[in-house]
């Protein structure tokens, strides 16, 4: 799609110019449109915090651990996650994995191994914030797990941005209570992520699938993604933040302060199949499945299908 999106100066109404389509591009050439970006990130109950005692935000991981040990001693679930919807471990999964350092380029290419010790301790992280979890973390759907949060029924929610657009439409007074922080201990890397849009190869009316997409990406489409969807617009559209959700201008802070950003784990892999298996693998050993006995079904599935090709 490189040469529609070059073409009348569609490219230059986006932050970034080429740079917003470094998600979306492959050896070199765009094959799909952005329409948004949201970035990962820990909401919090500011109410149960202060209850709690805890007056700065988390910034690594005994941190985050100590704040889980202040909001559980004041009586709350300190966090609420689903176990269910495995890719919402997993997201936690990924940045624990990103902060020891695992690096998916070596383990695609087989110079690393899913039982190196990094990822042994990165799991063995999740492991241990997991008693942290509402107890009924194991069958939660994401919208149940959300919905945690935004009833008052836990303290934080780790989740990207565009949970905001929920948690708001379902409870509009939480919103003056809900603040935002980065994950901790990721040195300044966050998960950021777009939605999409991709045309057929084989598409006979190119110029209305272009049409369509510039649709979603003018001024209306992205102030409307901003200032009600609470996600970060693609383009250099100005929007009226006090219109936007609060939340938004805290991402924006988290987003604006990152160093860097990547993908979420179970997308950046070797295939699909191999990021199904790294999900399955976190919920297993969620469960009960011993760190080792888990990571080995993922190391089995890359000699499998990944390094013997």
Known sequence: MTDYIKADGWI??????EGAFSQQTYDGKIYAVPLNIAAACVFYNTEMFETAGITTMPTDWQGLLDACEKLQAAGYTPLTISAGTAWCLSMLAGYLCDSEGVDLAALDAGTASWLDSNVVNA????????????????????????ANFYNEEAAMLIQGSWAIAQINGANPDFENKCGVFAFPGT???????????????????????????KYFTDDTAQKYTAEVGGKIPVTTVEYDASKAPAQLAY????????????????????STEAGS????????????????????TVEDFYKNNVWNK
Not at 252 to 267: L, Q, R
């Open 12 to 17: 230059d109404t986006f932050n970034g110019g």
């Open 123 to 146: 799991t063995n992280k999740m492991v241990e914030i997991s008693k942290y979890f509402q107890e009924t973390a194991a069958g939660d759907t994401n919208d149940v797990a959300t």
């Open 187 to 213: 040195d300044g890397r966050v998960i950021a992520k777009s939605d999409s849009l991709a045309m057929s190869a084989t598409t006979k009316n190119p110029d209305a699938v272009i049409a369509f997409m």
């Open 251 to 270: 991402v924006m802070d988290v987003f604006g302060s990152a160093k860097s950003t990547f993908g979420f784990y179970n997308e950046s892999m070797a």
């Open 277 to 296: 298996t790294f999900d399955d693998a976190m919920v297993a050993i969620y469960l009960g499945t011993p760190v080792e006995e888990g990571l080995q």
